[in-house]
């Protein structure tokens, strides 16, 4: 990664461009979120430019944001652990949500994208944050007791069906 692609991903968009009409709730989001994320690097000890930012600074970005989640996340040793309605509060931590976060990864995708940096080397499309990702979906619906649906490979001629899967 060079300074030049650095620059040109932290200037993209300040051109002189008329404003256009009020943005879309997604696009209004998506500028917040990429604008937490630069307020995350500049604020890391020593401070990271986006062009030096890679799948790991994304990774503790996420487990940052855990910090403020709402999602109740039972522990294996919990009492509570797999019950999707427990019956009385626990300890276990708040997270964030599965869901919350793959949107938030698809939104700074796009912005990281939108804002001069190239598709090859975007840190949020890295098989290392899909993984993170399909990880935390699985650990949240264990701890919840809320199976997913597991899609069968097919072949030829077969139907493809679902089954549902805790692991």
Not at 5 to 14: C, F, P, T, V, Y
Not at 96 to 106: E, T, V
Not at 110 to 131: C, D, K, L, Q, W
């Amino acid at each position: 990664m060079s300074y030049d692609r650095g620059k040109e991903i932290a200037d993209h968009g300040s051109s002189g461009d008329p404003p256009s009409p009020s943005p879309s709730r997604y696009e209004s989001q998506k500028r917040r979120d990429w604008n937490t994320f630069g307020q995350y690097l500049r604020n890391q000890r020593p401070p990271i430019h986006i062009a030096h930012c890679h799948s790991n600074h994304v990774l503790e970005f996420l487990r940052y944001l855990d910090q403020f989640g709402k999602t109740k996340v039972h522990l294996q040793g919990c009492i509570f652990y797999g019950q999707p309605e427990p019956p009385a509060p626990c300890t276990c931590p708040l997270r964030q949500a599965w869901g919350s976060l793959d949107a938030l990864i698809g939104r700074l995708r796009a912005a990281y994208e939108e804002n001069g940096g190239s598709p090859e080397s975007n840190p949020f499309a890295s098989s290392t944050i899909r993984v993170y990702l399909r990880e935390v979906k699985e650990c949240q619906a264990k701890a919840r007791g809320i199976p997913h649906k597991k899609k069968k490979k097919t072949t030829k001629g077969e139907d493809s069906s679902s089954t549902l899967h805790f692991s």
